[in-house]
Every structure is written in structure tokens, then in C-alpha cells.
């Protein structure tokens, strides 16, 4: 008998959950409930986190967690929960199969069949924000060697274990050739390992345009946290409804299991909610704790209602669908057809007794680092970046300003008097050219920012400009 953490959650999520374990007791499946409560009660009850500490007692203790979608009141500061349990569980794997179940729920793409496994901890959603001046904030989009490393290399092992035959990687790096460009750097050392899979990498905007159009050309697809975010979303609603998706959070320790869906507050209570989003997450809860067998039993016992035309307000369809049936009349359904077995939709047959390797991580051997020079930022409320690179020219020590620019763009030297510019500028200061071979003092830094005190020029933030083993480690100004 399995002890697992369950969350019933806002809106529908009663209902659903109600639901998805009268199934699964139904079905035979050997676990122990233990209910947390999460969300908006808990956010409305002073508790910014919306979680209690004995919540966070009964999920590390229990290690599973299915949890029904929680609301997060509007306004107030309150920070997205779901969000802060992935990453302070360590739940570094987001796992979102997209299947087609055509002809019986409507959809363009009757081969549909991608996972989309995308990294759950880092990205744009560190949530590392900061307002810098009255015209700019900030938000900054950190990927490390070891958080690619993980989840690229589950997504091999996932394809090898399923037998996939192929992992697309999706990044933006013709753009941001550091922080994306090292997540494709590593795919393609990770993919090295695995000579038996086939690989391609697409950019990210047309691999989302391939996606929506052409699903069947992809099977898994690995990416970062805010592409995975959107891009499985559109895989869910393509694929039929995301009402039908659910998700895996895995991580070394933990893991928790939830629909891909929100809490829906404006159909809660009216019996008319479908259930299958949270079902298939509780379906791939039951094949990591190792009841593969009663997995299979309530997929299949799913897909017969379905294939029967049972469904739900969401996926009902004049001449396809043949009862309309409420939450509590279709988890009725899916518990008199346990035992069944598909006409014609193939479900998955799940893994047994399986280890994902996943080593943890070995740093490696330091790369030489050395300092060129560092890009000062500056709250300045004037125009002509001219003006404002004489002032700064008061603070040449031994490094001097080579470059202005606005929203990324160079705006001098030679800049373009066409370029909007707002109040916030990047003001780079390296080594005159001809000691451009030479490493910068770090005691120059330093100076120039007790410089910039004395001449009343606002300096925001700074970041050094470093090479690691002779390459640059920063970029370029737009133009430059």
C-alpha cells in the first residue's frame, strides 16, 4: 500500500478529484489518501505561499503528490504555487503526452502522438524581476549546464525506455546564443550518447508552427521552461482538448501529478467538468509507484467510454459523441467499463519496472576565466547618447567606454538618431584596442563606480564581461 498526497484544490478541482479517485479505487489501486489542503484559502488566510508547512511535511514525506488545479487570487503579491513546488521540490522534468483520439474527439490530426518533456526549474521562471528605471524592468533568463544536462537527458532516456524513435530539441539561439545557444550545446552532446535515437533541432518559432500544422513529423520534444509552458499547451489543444491532458512532474525525489488545465471557477459546482485531464495524470501517477497494471486497467476503461461516445460538455460533437454525461456520469461510465477493452483506440501500454539514468551532476574541470571588461547600466532621462558618452568619458580609468546602447541596440558610436531609446542604457568600458589582449584589473570597477558617484550619473546594475577558454561569454550590442 502506497501513501500518496493528494490536493483537491479550487474552482472544479472537488469535483474532478471526487471523481478521478472513485476510479481508482474502483480499479484496485493500492493506495493510501492523505489530503492536504493548497490554494486559495490558504493564499486568502494570510499565507502568501498558499501552502502550510504541513503540507510540505505530508508531500516530502510521501514523495507523490496528486494535486487538482489550485487558484492564485489576482493582485496582492502572491506568487504562482505551482511554480514554487516545482522548483523547491526539485521537480526538473515536465512530462505532457499530446495524443490524438481520433475520430472520436474532434481534431485536424488523427496521428497526433508527441511528448513534450521541458525543463521545470529555471528559465525566465526563476521570477528574477526587477523594475531597473521609470521605463524598463527586467527579467532575467538564467539556463545552466547542469539544468539542461538533466533534462535533456531524460528526454533521451524517456524515447529509449518508450521507444520513441526521434527527440526535437526547440530553442531560440539564432537570438540569444548564450543562454539558449547552451541548452542546444548540450543537446547535442547528450544526443552523442544515444546513436539509436534520431535527433533534430528546431528554432522555436517555427517549430511551434510546425507543431500546430504538422504534429505527426515530431514524437518527442525537449525544451526549455517557457517554450515547454506554450508549446504543450498547444500540443494539448490540438491534439483534441486540454481538457484531456494531464502531466508529470518528476524530479530525484519527489514527484507530483496534475491536469494541464486551470481551476475553471466559473463551471465549478455545475457537474459538468471533465475529468480526464486529472485521470490521465492520476494514470501516469499509477505507473511511477510501480501499478502499471491497474494504470493500463483505467486507460483502457477510458478509452472505452470515449470510443462509446460518452463525453463530457467540452468534447461533446453532434453526430460523433452519443450522451452527454456530467464529471460524476462519466467517472460512473469509465468505472462500469474497468476490466474492458479498446475496439480501436491503442492505449499505452506502460513500463514496467524501470530506472531512468539520470547521474548526478559532475562539474567539470573549470574553464581559464578572464575579465574584459564590464557593462555599466545606467538610469539616464536625456536623448542623444552623445551627451550622455561625455559624461561617462569622465570615468575612463584604464578601461574606457566603447559602446552605448539602448534595448540592445548600439546606439553609439554611430548610432542611428531613428532609434527609439528609453531611460535605460548599457554603457560597455573594455580595454583601449590597443590593450585589448590584456585582462582588466578588477579594481578598475570599482573606481569607476565611486566615479559615477562623484559626477551624479545613476548606475543601475553592473555586469563583468568575461571570456571562458578564449570565448566571449556575453554578447554583442545589436548592430555592432
Request: charged share 25%.
Amino acid at each position: 500500500m502506497k501513501k500518496v498526497t493528494i490536493a483537491r484544490g479550487d474552482g472544479i478541482g472537488p469535483e474532478i478529484m471526487d471523481a478521478v479517485l472513485r476510479i481508482l479505487n474502483a480499479a484496485g489501486a493500492a493506495i493510501e489518501w492523505e489530503e492536504i489542503a493548497i490554494g486559495e484559502q490558504v493564499y486568502l488566510s494570510g499565507n502568501t505561499s498558499g501552502i502550510t508547512p504541513e503540507a510540505w511535511e505530508s508531500i516530502r514525506k510521501n514523495k507523490v503528490f496528486l494535486k487538482a488545479p489550485i487558484t492564485t487570487p489576482q493582485g496582492g503579491g502572491y506568487k504562482s504555487l505551482n511554480v514554487t513546488m516545482r522548483k523547491a521540490l526539485g521537480l526538473f522534468a515536465n512530462i505532457r503526452p499530446c495524443v490524438s483520439y481520433y475520430p472520436f474527439i474532434a481534431t485536424r490530426h488523427p496521428d497526433m502522438d508527441v511528448v513534450i518533456i521541458r525543463e521545470n526549474e529555471e528559465d525566465l521562471y526563476a521570477g528574477i524581476e526587477h523594475q531597473q528605471t521609470d521605463e524598463v524592468v527586467q527579467c532575467l533568463k538564467l539556463i545552466s549546464r547542469p539544468g539542461s544536462e538533466k533534462i535533456i537527458r531524460y528526454a533521451f532516456e524517456y524515447a529509449r525506455l518508450y521507444k520513441r524513435k526521434k527527440v526535437s530539441c526547440f530553442v531560440k539561439d539564432n537570438i540569444m546564443k548564450h543562454t539558449d545557444g547552451l541548452f542546444h550545446e548540450v543537446f547535442r552532446e547528450v544526443a552523442a550518447e544515444y546513436p539509436d535515437i534520431a535527433t533534430d533541432s528546431w528554432i522555436i518559432d517555427i517549430g511551434a508552427a510546425r507543431l500546430a500544422d504538422t504534429p505527426e513529423i515530431f514524437d518527442v520534444i525537449v525544451t526549455s521552461n517557457l517554450y515547454g509552458d506554450v508549446i504543450s499547451d498547444i500540443g494539448a489543444q490540438i491534439s483534441g482538448s486540454v481538457g484531456l491532458a494531464g502531466s508529470a512532474n518528476i524530479g530525484q525525489a519527489c514527484a507530483m501529478f496534475e491536469a494541464i488545465h486551470g481551476s475553471a471557477p466559473d463551471i465549478s459546482g455545475k457537474n459538468i467538468a471533465n475529468p480526464s485531464g486529472l485521470l490521465k495524470a492520476a494514470v501516469m501517477m499509477l505507473n511511477h509507484i510501480g501499478q502499471s497494471e491497474v494504470a493500463e486497467k483505467v486507460e483502457n476503461a477510458w478509452a472505452c467510454a470515449i470510443e462509446e461516445g460518452l463525453h463530457t460538455a467540452d468534447i461533446f460533437r453532434e453526430g460523433t459523441s452519443k450522451v452527454l454525461l456530467g464529471t460524476r456520469e462519466f467517472a460512473d461510465a469509465v468505472v462500469e467499463r474497468l476490466g474492458q477493452q479498446p475496439k480501436k483506440l491503442e492505449t499505452q501500454h506502460f513500463a514496467r519496472d524501470f530506472t531512468f539514468r539520470i547521474p548526478g551532476y559532475e562539474r567539470k574541470v573549470p574553464a581559464k576565466k578572464v575579465l574584459r571588461g564590464v557593462d555599466i547600466f545606467v538610469d539616464w532621462k536625456g536623448k542623444d547618447p552623445s551627451e550622455l558618452a561625455m559624461r561617462l568619458q569622465t570615468l575612463n580609468n584604464g578601461i574606457e567606454l566603447t559602446m552605448i546602447t539602448n534595448r540592445g541596440v548600439k546606439v553609439w558610436p554611430n548610432g542611428f538618431e531613428e532609434t527609439f531609446c528609453t531611460d535605460h542604457w548599457r554603457c560597455r568600458f573594455e580595454r583601449p584596442a590597443a590593450q585589448a589582449a590584456e585582462e582588466v584589473d578588477k579594481r578598475f570597477i570599482p573606481q569607476i563606480l565611486e566615479k559615477a558617484v562623484v559626477e551624479d550619473i545613476d548606475v543601475i546594475k553592473l555586469e563583468n564581461l568575461y571570456e571562458f577558454d578564449g570565448k566571449r561569454g556575453y554578447s554583442l550590442g545589436q548592430g555592432q
